[in-house]
């Protein structure tokens, strides 16, 4: 049974920092591709992040050189290192299993979500 639980989320001002943390198991962990996305109210899922088991990252455009994302595979967890934070990254941050393997399909394993607010 597969499940990713989050962590870290919270209030924080525009400017600060936050880490969010997703707890994975029932997967392989190391050979799994991960990644970060967020959910505005009203707005659609959108992707945040991803690291493929091999450690290559991608971000979107919105958060490049302000997030970044790691993964300890000896702990099965993968994290969202939030700086610069402003009014509109604040959303639901989900954890997903994109790949199980680096050539398997992308799965639908989600996580309950994080909220994180960023006030002004």
């Known amino acids: 049974q597969v499940q990713l639980v989050e962590s870290g989320g919270g209030l924080v001002q525009a400017g600060g920092s936050l880490r969010l943390s997703c707890a994975a198991s029932?997967?392989?962990?190391?050979?799994?591709?991960m990644g970060w996305y967020r959910q505005a109210p009203g707005k659609l899922r959108e992707l945040v992040a991803t690291?493929?088991?091999?450690?290559?990252?991608n971000f979107a455009d919105s958060v490049k050189g302000r997030f970044t994302i790691s993964r300890e595979n000896a702990k099965n967890m993968v994290y969202l290192q939030m700086n610069s934070l402003k009014p509109e990254d604040t959303a639901l941050y989900y954890c997903?299993?994109?790949?199980?393997?680096?050539?398997?399909?992308?799965?639908?394993?989600w996580g309950q979500g994080t909220q994180v607010t960023v006030t002004q």
């Open positions: 997903h299993v994109e790949r199980l393997c680096p050539t398997c399909v992308e799965t639908d394993y």
């Open positions: 690291i493929t088991g091999g450690g290559m990252t």
């Open positions: 029932g997967i392989l962990f190391s050979i799994a591709d």
